[in-house]
């Protein structure tokens, strides 16, 4: 439908409300009706830059899992799958408000065991599926999928069309590539299949000490504030949990919206004009430094 060619009475209903809204502006701030409107023609036009925080790696460990899931925020938290803790861990996830992923377990270059659940190159479609809907089955809430290891997996383009095609299957997921390896496909092959995706930009404890995790933050919000988004993948460490519990209640002052997974897919489908730009591969490569090959390993 042509946005611009409404019919008259809604067009009329809509600017009605629309000046009721700058009135209501007015008589609230003080600022004329003008100004009132500018400020929201700005607000709309440039949001507050925005950052989603996955915490993965979640479910071996009930206490970190506990300060994970309870973490200020719309943080997103994401669940090893047939681990001791996941299910009950995800439940109340899901009652923090927090969106509930399955961090899918996928098979890595190093031979290093990826745990229960894994997906392998190996597997046959009928066993990649039959190992994905118990994986999907053993947690609670699933918004989502991000992969935990899978440096050799998220290279096969096969391995990942059967994944994004069950996706669409059971429809209403949406994936994350973790970015365990430069020449990921993950993300192109749920492009490719219209299953809504984002990727991780920066992973904020490849080293576990306060002042790496602090140096690592600081390029999420410098990405995010340059780009309009940004999207951090990290673990429940304790020297992270730490840093977090301090450092997220200090974002609203420094005008950074922190948004899970959902609302910053929401928010890219927008129209161009209010849109956070995408990050170029350049200003990828730069942010990702070293790290775009690490793989993550769940620590108990
Ligand atoms: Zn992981």
Redo the contacts with the bound molecule.
């Keep these: 439908m042509n946005r611009r060619e409404p019919n008259k009475p809604i067009r009329f209903a809509s600017a009605a409300r629309r000046w009721g809204r700058w009135l209501l502006v007015f008589s609230i701030t003080g600022l004329s009706p003008w100004a009132a409107a500018q400020e929201t023609l700005h607000a709309a036009a440039s949001p507050k830059p925005a950052i989603v925080i996955i915490i993965?790696?979640i479910g071996d460990n009930l206490d970190a899992g506990l300060r994970a899931v309870r973490l200020p925020g719309p943080v997103t938290t994401?669940f090893?799958p047939h681990t001791r803790y996941a299910r009950r861990l995800a439940r109340v996830a899901h009652r923090h408000g927090k969106d509930v992923m399955l961090?899918l377990?996928m098979q890595a270059d190093d031979g290093a065991t990826p745990g229960p659940g894994a997906i392998t190159l190996a597997m046959s479609e009928e066993e990649f599926h039959r190992t994905l809907q118990a994986d999907l089955a053993s947690i609670p809430h699933v918004a989502g999928i991000n992969n935990?290891?899978g440096s050799l997996l998220t290279r096969q383009p096969q391995s990942m069309l059967w994944l994004m095609q069950a996706i669409n299957r059971r429809g209403a997921l949406f994936f994350v590539d973790?970015r365990t390896t430069a020449a990921t496909v993950a993300q192109q092959v749920a492009a490719e299949n219209g299953v809504p995706n984002l990727r991780r930009d920066v992973f904020l404890d490849n080293e576990t000490t306060a002042a790496a995790i602090a140096i690592q933050f600081e390029r999420l919000l410098n990405l995010a504030r340059h780009n309009g988004s940004a999207v951090a993948i990290g673990?429940p460490h304790g020297a992270t949990l730490d840093f977090l519990e301090q450092r997220l209640p200090q974002l609203e002052a420094e005008g950074i919206r922190i948004v899970s997974v959902q609302t910053l897919l929401q928010q890219r489908q927008l129209p161009a004009t209010h849109q956070a730009a995408q990050p170029s591969a350049t200003e990828l490569a730069s942010a990702n430094g070293n790290d775009p090959a690490r793989e993550?390993?769940?620590t108990p």
């Design positions: 993965d790696d994401a090893l961090h377990p935990h290891m973790s673990h993550t390993h769940a």
